[in-house]
Nanobody
């Protein structure tokens, strides 16, 4: 059983930056592909970014490509989401998710989920 705990969400102004962190426990972190998803008020949860177990391969939603960067530190059991040039529409609860081995971009593919961290982008 893998437990995921996100942190780093806060209120930030348009154009600002944040780095989210997600610490995993209870499993062999290097075997898990990791993903970030987000859910805005009144909307479905959507894919943001994913990374393969080794960190070699990364995937992004078109809406964040060029602004967000996913990375991982297998020695620290942590995955990060660096968010630059933030927009009001990036406001959401951001969730970290894990699945074994192969990276994916759909919510249904991920088995383990964190509780989320709130990111609010203010104009």
């Amino acid at each position: 059983q893998v437990q995921l705990v996100e942190s780093g969400g806060e209120l930030v102004q348009v154009g600002g930056s944040l780095r989210l962190s997600c610490v995993a426990s209870g499993g062999t972190f290097s075997r898990y592909a990791m993903g970030w998803f987000r859910q805005a008020p009144g909307k479905e949860r959507e894919f943001v970014a994913a990374i393969s177990p080794s960190g070699e391969n990364t995937y992004y939603a078109d809406s964040v490509k060029g602004r967000f960067t996913i990375s991982r530190d297998n020695g620290r059991n942590t995955v990060y989401l660096r968010m630059n040039s933030l927009k009001v529409e990036d406001t959401a609860v951001y969730y970290c998710a894990a699945r074994t081995f192969i990276a994916a971009t759909t919510e249904q593919a991920f088995r383990y989920w964190g509780q989320g961290t709130q990111v609010t982008v203010s104009s």
